[in-house]
């Protein structure tokens, strides 16, 4: 069998001397991998994470470890090698994606959001409205999973307003009076996630990342995969404000 | 020598990178044909190699001697440390002979999928070093490769170097046209990167 599709590289993995086995984010059929096969005439360098094109995909079956070309049409690496903390957000994104997603199953609102984050989002130069785009999309990686976050009104009082907390039971959301007496063990709600037009400080966007962060620990890393959460939070506290300030 | 054991050197040959099953037969045939002249000098070789080669435990790389030849050099300049990703890319460095300081070798990249966190690329070490280096360090060269993993770790590495303070020159080789590149043969990224670092042209 074989199809046509589009999307963006995840993942590379060396396989023999100069092939490649690669995690494909797709439209049609989701996370994919596949080999793609170098030559002295044809090396691979340009198949670096974030890459993104057209994609063939060939195998006898759909479980097989399928061979891929790869029409490189989108390549945001030079731009990103000059900025660390956008280079480290798609790292960390893509490796993220990698570890979750299931092989061969289509997610298509998400990878339009992936598709945005990569396009309109990463060339931003307010880190802070990228973090906050980078948060989103994590949440919504945890929605699209089964695993979403209802944070639309306050699980004690019903309203809408004044969101404030995030029951890290439950994942419901708390207003700041309901929250009050139990605001040690909840996790921070940012305005962003809940009003569309609040301006954010770099301690929002923290708090947003807490907050992902806390979930997709619960729900997706077991004690053995702790190495990649603590990466990630590495990673992710790596975006210090002078970092942020610098580049904004 | 068994025929079992002539197909057991095949196999093993052939999983050498650049060597496949086929190649592999060619080179048994070609060192059995002359084995004085050819197979007992490799098998000594091997041995000597294996017995004596260790992994100097300063800068990681590989040499008889444990500090290796460049750590024990007092020729070198030892202000300067040049942080690769592996042996292979300190010995290209090497051999072009571009570079006379020390090394450090971090064994791969941090990469979340492999389980390859800041330990495992002897992170905490380099810091260390670069703490307590005697002269004291004026430069840190991060000479890791153009890729995202690549990449993702200098940055990693120059975060954690500022965060413990160390006041030391961070750097990286520039990225761009390789000598005899044509433009026409370039890759969009590759033209980008070499018109964001250009030079000032000295006539």
């Given at each position: 069998?074989?199809?046509?599709?589009k999307?963006y590289?995840?993942?590379?993995?060396?396989?023999?001397?100069?092939?490649?086995?690669?995690d494909?984010?797709t439209?049609k059929?989701?996370?994919i991998?596949?080999l793609?096969?170098?030559?002295?005439q044809?090396p691979?360098?340009?198949m670096?994470?974030?890459?993104?094109?057209?994609?063939?995909?060939k195998?006898?079956?759909?479980?097989?470890l399928?061979?891929l070309?790869?029409?490189?049409?989108?390549?945001?690496?030079p731009?990103?090698?000059?900025?660390?903390?956008?280079?480290?957000l798609?790292?960390?994104?893509?490796?993220m994606?990698?570890?979750?997603?299931p092989?061969?199953?289509?997610?298509?609102?998400?990878?339009?959001?992936?598709?945005?984050?990569?396009?309109?989002?990463?060339?931003?130069?307010n880190?802070?409205?990228?973090?906050?785009?980078y948060?989103?999309?994590?949440k919504?990686?945890?929605?699209?999973?089964?695993?979403?976050?209802?944070?639309?009104?306050?699980?004690?009082t019903?309203?809408?307003e004044?969101?404030?907390?995030?029951?890290?039971?439950?994942?419901?959301a708390?207003?700041?009076?309901a929250?009050a007496p139990y605001k040690?063990?909840?996790?921070?709600?940012?305005?962003?996630l809940?009003k569309?037009?609040?301006?954010?400080?770099?301690?929002?966007?923290?708090?947003g990342?807490?907050?992902?962060?806390?979930f997709?620990?619960?729900?997706?890393?077991?004690?053995?995969q702790?190495?990649f959460?603590h990466l990630?939070?590495?990673?992710?506290q790596?975006?210090?404000?002078?970092?942020?300030?610098?580049?904004? | 020598?068994?025929?079992s054991?002539?197909?057991?050197?095949?196999?093993?040959?052939?999983?050498l990178?650049?060597?496949g099953p086929?190649?592999?037969?060619?080179?048994?045939?070609?060192?059995?044909?002359d084995?004085?002249?050819n197979?007992?000098p490799l098998?000594?070789?091997?041995n000597?190699v294996a017995?004596?080669?260790?992994?100097?435990?300063?800068?990681?790389?590989?040499?008889?001697?444990?500090?290796?030849?460049?750590c024990?050099?007092?020729?070198?300049?030892?202000?300067?440390?040049?942080?690769v990703e592996?042996v292979?890319d300190l010995?290209?460095?090497e051999?072009?002979?571009s570079?006379?300081?020390?090394?450090?070798?971090l064994?791969?990249?941090?990469s979340?999928l492999?389980?390859?966190g800041?330990?495992?690329?002897r992170?905490?070490?380099?810091?260390?070093r670069?703490?307590?280096?005697?002269?004291?360090?004026?430069?840190?060269?991060?000479a890791?490769?153009?890729?995202v993993?690549g990449?993702?770790?200098?940055h990693?590495i120059?975060s954690?170097?500022?965060?413990?303070?160390?006041d030391?020159?961070?750097?990286?080789?520039?990225?761009?046209?390789?000598?005899?590149?044509?433009?026409?043969?370039?890759?969009?990224?590759t033209?980008?990167?070499?018109?964001q670092a250009r030079q000032?042209?000295?006539?």
């Amino acid at each position: 069998m074989e199809w046509e599709d589009k999307g963006y590289i995840l993942a590379q993995k060396t396989f023999s001397e100069r092939s490649l086995i690669l995690d494909v984010f797709t439209e049609k059929h989701g996370r994919i991998r596949g080999l793609v096969k170098g030559s002295k005439q044809k090396p691979l360098h340009s198949m670096q994470i974030g890459v993104g094109g057209s994609i063939y995909w060939k195998a006898r079956l759909e479980t097989h470890l399928g061979n891929l070309t790869i029409e490189p049409q989108i390549n945001l690496l030079p731009f990103l090698f000059l900025h660390p903390s956008k280079l480290v957000l798609l790292k960390s994104l893509t490796t993220m994606l990698t570890f979750i997603l299931p092989e061969n199953h289509a997610y298509v609102s998400l990878f339009y959001d992936f598709e945005n984050f990569l396009k309109d989002s990463l060339p931003k130069t307010n880190m802070i409205l990228l973090g906050e785009d980078y948060v989103h999309l994590e949440k919504k990686l945890l929605d699209t999973l089964g695993f979403g976050l209802d944070i639309n009104r306050c699980a004690l009082t019903g309203r809408q307003e004044n969101l404030a907390y995030v029951s890290p039971k439950t994942g419901r959301a708390a207003t700041l009076e309901a929250g009050a007496p139990y605001k040690d063990n909840l996790l921070k709600l940012p305005d962003f996630l809940t009003k569309k037009e609040a301006s954010s400080t770099f301690e929002d966007v923290r708090n947003g990342l807490t907050l992902t962060s806390y979930f997709l620990e619960k729900h997706f890393f077991s004690e053995k995969q702790k190495i990649f959460i603590h990466l990630r939070k590495s990673i992710i506290q790596s975006l210090n404000l002078e970092i942020l300030l610098h580049l904004s | 020598m068994s025929l079992s054991s002539l197909e057991e050197l095949i196999r093993i040959l052939s999983k050498l990178p650049g060597l496949g099953p086929r190649s592999a037969r060619r080179a048994v045939l070609y060192l059995l044909k002359d084995k004085h002249r050819n197979f007992f000098p490799l098998l000594e070789n091997l041995n000597q190699v294996a017995s004596t080669i260790k992994t100097c435990g300063i800068c990681g790389n590989i040499d008889i001697t444990d500090p290796c030849n460049i750590c024990s050099s007092t020729s070198r300049d030892n202000t300067i440390l040049c942080v690769v990703e592996d042996v292979a890319d300190l010995w290209a460095l090497e051999r072009s002979g571009s570079y006379r300081g020390l090394y450090h070798v971090l064994g791969g990249t941090l990469s979340a999928l492999d389980a390859r966190g800041p330990e495992e690329i002897r992170l905490p070490y380099l810091l260390d070093r670069c703490q307590k280096a005697n002269p004291p360090l004026d430069e840190i060269i991060l000479a890791l490769n153009a890729t995202v993993d690549g990449q993702t770790t200098a940055h990693y590495i120059a975060s954690s170097l500022q965060k413990r303070e160390i006041d030391i020159k961070i750097s990286r080789p520039s990225i761009g046209l390789p000598l005899g590149g044509e433009y026409d043969y370039m890759d969009d990224g590759t033209i980008m990167s070499a018109f964001q670092a250009r030079q000032k042209f000295n006539a």
